[in-house]
């Protein structure tokens, strides 16, 4: 079964905004791009996500909006702080259906059974998109 993780993003106002940002953090890691996510603690089903291909869900304005394919994780030590675990993220956006969720703090493992599902690589120049607020009624009334 695959283990996936769960995050708030915090301080974006939508899927472009965070995507911008994303663009913006890209790294080299282990020879190839990657994208930070800062934690606390490394996850202690760390070696599990890794192996099963876990990705990490992330939630902005509580909706679960896209996911990123976990490359692996690596401990940092930050000056004055103590240590730090960075997720290393692909940079490639999985655009998901959106979802509700209620906020929480740092980050919780996502039961896959309750993992939305893909709607592909994001790509903010395209314009076929159901505006947010509506998706989830058209979606409901069976529509979509």
Known sequence: MTVHMI?????VSDLNDYAVRQEAEIVRFEGQKAVPCWTRFQPKRAEEIL??????YRVIKN???????????????VEGE????????DPEIIETVNMPHRPFQGWRYLDPAKAPA???????SNTDTIPRDLEEPLRAAGLI
């Open 7 to 11: 995050k708030l993003v915090v301080g």
């Open 51 to 56: 192996k099963t291909g876990g990705s990490i």
């Open 63 to 77: 909706r679960i909006v896209c996911r990123h394919r976990i490359l692996g994780f690596d401990m940092v030590e």
């Open 82 to 89: 103590g240590k730090y675990c960075q997720i290393m993220q």
């Open 118 to 124: 893909d709607k592909g690589v994001y790509n903010a």
